[in-house]
């Protein structure tokens, strides 16, 4: 049986897996209608590779001594949102670079936090069947996105896709800012108990 704070975790990330992997393949698609080449493609996703990998190791070590984690996981969830919204403003490669670098800072944010709250809610430490949960769910949930990103630009525009992304995402994030109320709500009982 999962914790609250263990849900709120968990269904935000699923809703951010499925806004985040409805782009998924098809951001070669949109590189190339922006006027990108088979290097912009790479060029774009090793952006977003090494701009979250580079700050998620920064966000690793600020997580304990400046905002906390929740905050910082919170700041994640909500820049992932915007960056999502601003592929619609995406005009060139430059804009899509630019787009995916702030992308990977906000996925590098929300990363890190979340794997330590997770760990930090979860019943039994590291629990088998609550890990595979939250790894099972998001690669499910990333292939079921996957496949509505494409019907999405099949039927409608990428434009709309941007606009569907952004509104789970920001959804999600919604949802995450629970983990705050749920940190404060846990302090009042523990200073009541003394």
């Known amino acids: 049986m999962l914790k609250p704070p263990e849900k709120i975790l968990l269904y935000s990330s699923n809703l951010w897996y499925l806004s985040a992997g409805m782009l998924g393949p098809l951001?070669?698609?949109?590189?190339?209608?922006?006027?990108?080449?088979?290097?912009?493609?790479?060029?774009?996703?090793?952006?977003?590779?090494?701009?979250?990998g580079l700050f998620i190791i920064i966000t690793g070590k600020i997580s304990d001594k400046i905002l906390g984690k929740e905050k910082l996981l919170i700041l994640g969830y909500w820049l992932?949102?915007?960056?999502?919204?601003?592929?619609?403003?995406?005009?060139?490669?430059l804009d899509l670079f630019?787009?995916?670098?702030?992308?990977?800072?906000a996925t590098a944010l929300a990363t890190p936090t979340w794997d330590a709250l997770y760990a930090k809610y979860e019943d039994k430490k590291h629990d088998g069947y609550t890990w595979g949960l939250a790894?099972?769910?998001?690669?499910?949930?990333?292939?079921?996105?996957?496949v509505i990103g494409g019907l999405i630009v099949t039927y409608f525009s990428f434009n709309y896709l941007f606009a569907t992304m952004?509104?789970?995402?920001?959804?999600?994030?919604?949802?995450?800012?629970?983990?705050?109320?749920?940190?404060k709500t846990k302090k009042r009982r523990y200073y009541k108990k003394k």
Request: avoid cysteine.
């Open 135 to 146: 790894t099972g769910e998001a690669t499910i949930i990333n292939g079921i996105a996957v």
């Open 80 to 93: 992932s949102a915007v960056f999502t919204f601003s592929y619609l403003l995406v005009n060139s490669t």
């Open 98 to 105: 630019v787009v995916q670098a702030g992308f990977g800072i």
């Open 166 to 183: 952004g509104i789970i995402m920001s959804i999600a994030a919604a949802y995450q800012t629970k983990i705050i109320k749920y940190r």
């Open 27 to 52: 951001i070669a698609v949109f590189t190339e209608q922006v006027g990108g080449s088979l290097l912009d493609i790479s060029w774009a996703w090793a952006i977003y590779l090494i701009f979250t």
